[in-house]
Structures are given as C-alpha cells and as structure tokens.
C-alpha cells in the first residue's frame, strides 16, 4: 500500500507562488496532481512518468512544473504566476497499472493510490 501525504498548501496573491509537496512511501510508475475546485469535478493537472516524461494540463503550460526526487521520495509542483482560478483542493496521485507508454493518464480511473489533499486559495 503506498501512502501518499501532501504539504505546502496555503494563501496567496494573484501573481505569487506555492511550492506543493507529496511524500511517498516508494515511487510508482506514473504520479501526478489533481486539483477540484468548489463545484467543479477534479481534473488532472500535472504529471510525470518514471523515466522522467511530463505532461500538463493547458491552463497551467508555461506556469506550473512538476517533478520528483525519488532519493527524498517526494513529489514537487512549483506553481508560479497564480491566478484566481487555480484555488482549489490539490490532491496527489499515484498509479502503479499504468502500461500505456511514456504519457501517463490524465483521468482519475488510471491512478490507484490518493492523498488527503492541500488547499490552495488565490486572491485576486
């Protein structure tokens, strides 16, 4: 069973940054972060395949990277240049089925295993 335990959520401005981290207990496949805003379904954020593959969601290309150190056994997002919109719940994930290649999932079927989520509130 891997366990997953994320930090670093807080309040910010529009324009400031947050750094979100997610310890792991060992490194799956595919890992990635999820976010659900107030009355909006989760959708899939960023993620990262074990041979070093990233892939984003659109609206945050350019502003938000992710990354791991499996040596630290954690998950990192850096979020830089925050907006209004990105206030919501930010949720690690992990999958270890995943045999699709190089692109990890985006859905949230693919990952097995979940953190207990981190706030994140920008101020506009």
């Known amino acids: 069973q891997v366990q997953l335990v994320e930090s670093g959520g807080g309040s910010v401005q529009a324009g400031g940054s947050l750094r979100l981290s997610c310890s792991y207990t060992?490194?799956?496949?595919?890992m990635g972060w999820f976010r659900q805003a107030p009355g909006k379904e989760r959708e899939g954020v960023a993620f990262?395949?074990?041979?070093?593959?990233?892939r984003y969601e659109d609206s945050v290309k350019g502003r938000f990277t992710i990354s791991r150190d499996n040596a630290k056994d954690t998950l990192i997002l850096q979020m830089n240049d925050l907006k209004f919109d990105d206030t919501a719940i930010y949720y690690c994930?992990?999958?270890?089925?995943?045999?699709?290649?190089?692109?990890?999932?985006?859905?949230?079927?693919?990952?097995?295993?979940w953190g207990q989520g981190t706030q994140v509130a920008v101020s506009s």
């Open positions: 060992y490194s799956l496949i595919c």
């Open positions: 994930a992990a999958s270890h089925s995943w045999r699709g290649g190089s692109r990890c999932p985006t859905t949230e079927g693919n990952f097995d295993f």
């Open positions: 990262i395949h074990s041979d070093g593959t990233t």
